[in-house]
């Protein structure tokens, strides 16, 4: 998300609109990470070129970061049902740590809660997958 | 209870409540306690059985090891089905026990249960006097769980006068209500045998 301050108060809605052009603006310029790294200083802002009568600075802005697991897509996990990108009931953040193990069957889980399952005495003497009872197997 | 089996019940209660089509289907959930080891479950019974129109309360206790060990389930209303105790209400079906899996859920498991109000397995009978008259007697086994679902589960289908004056007849003598259906019910509703099996 990114805000964006001008000095003609009242013309905001017609800046929104122009927010794709003064996006490729900004990455090709780089200025916005130069911005970032210099928040905490009191900073006099970054004038954007412009081809309309409007003076845009960029006083402020907020970076956004989003992440996906590659093979989960967007189920949740069979097991938790928590979200993939969420952490398991076990773990209190998600991550390395717990990542998701997809089996032959392509059927993919958290990688605590399959082993929870895979454990678990009424999934003995051989393992099947929760979702298609497949014998489970990683997928490689 | 676990963390893991707290968290995930939670989330199963919210779906079970708020997904649309338990309005029809007919079944529902209740949280007995707070922390959703006893729940009580709704079943209302499938249209074109024997248990049309009847609302069926199932005990659902949840284990510590839950979802990975299946929750305990068993019918508190009366019912008259080959593969429940007609006495205790002890469910035989296969996904309760060794079938069982992490991925299912309360919703799955009553689903599974009406469906098989719908379709019973008298070969792998929980209840073997009801499973030998859903074999032997198929429209005695009708009337009688028809007959049950009215007395334990509020159906709607008109009573069977004739069996319910053989019922008022053991009554009369004493014995009661649910025990002189039961009775009757295991005896195919012949009344002298049943009065024999009480009385001697």
Excluded at chain 1, 48 to 54: D, G, I, P
Excluded at chain 2, 56 to 79: E, G, W
């Amino acid at each position: 998300m990114e805000q964006r301050d001008s000095e003609e108060p009242g013309s905001r809605s017609s800046e929104d609109t122009d927010d794709p052009q003064n996006m490729s603006n900004e990455s090709d310029s780089s200025e916005p990470q130069e911005v970032s790294s210099r928040e905490r200083e009191p900073h006099p802002g970054v004038m954007l070129e412009s081809n309309t009568r409007l003076n845009i600075t960029v006083k402020k802005l907020h970076v956004c970061g989003e992440w996906k697991w590659l093979q989960g897509g967007e189920d949740t996990c069979g097991i938790c049902r928590m979200e993939f990108e969420s952490a398991c009931n076990i773990c209190k953040f998600p991550g390395d740590d717990c990542p998701l193990v997809v089996g032959t069957c392509r059927h993919a889980f958290h990688r605590h809660c399959i082993e929870k399952w895979i454990a678990a005495p009424s999934n003995q003497p051989r393992a099947q997958c929760p979702l298609c009872r497949q014998d489970w197997q990683v997928a490689d | 209870m676990s963390n893991i089996a707290l968290n995930r019940l939670q989330r199963e209660c919210k779906e079970v409540v708020t997904n649309s089509e338990i309005s029809e289907t007919g079944i529902m959930i209740e949280i007995l306690n707070e922390n959703l080891t006893e729940i009580r479950g709704h079943i209302r019974g499938p249209p074109d059985t024997p248990y049309a129109g009847g609302s069926f309360d199932l005990d659902i206790k949840i284990p510590d090891q839950y979802p990975f060990s299946p929750p305990n389930v068993k019918f508190a209303t009366k019912i008259w089905h080959p593969n429940v105790s007609s006495q205790t209400g002890v469910i035989c079906l296969d996904i309760l026990k060794d079938q069982w899996a992490a991925s299912l859920t309360l919703r799955t498991v009553l689903l599974s249960i009406q469906a098989l109000m719908c379709t019973p397995e008298p070969k792998d009978p929980q209840d073997a006097v009801v499973a030998k008259q859903y074999m032997d007697k198929p429209q005695v086994f009708k009337s009688t769980a028809e007959f049950w679902t009215l007395k334990f589960a509020k159906g709607s289908v008109p009573v069977n006068v004739d069996y319910q004056s053989r019922v008022d007849k053991l009554k009369d003598m004493g014995v009661r209500e649910e025990e002189a259906i039961s009775v009757l019910s295991c005896n195919n509703w012949d009344l002298n045998r049943a009065t024999v099996y009480i009385f001697s």
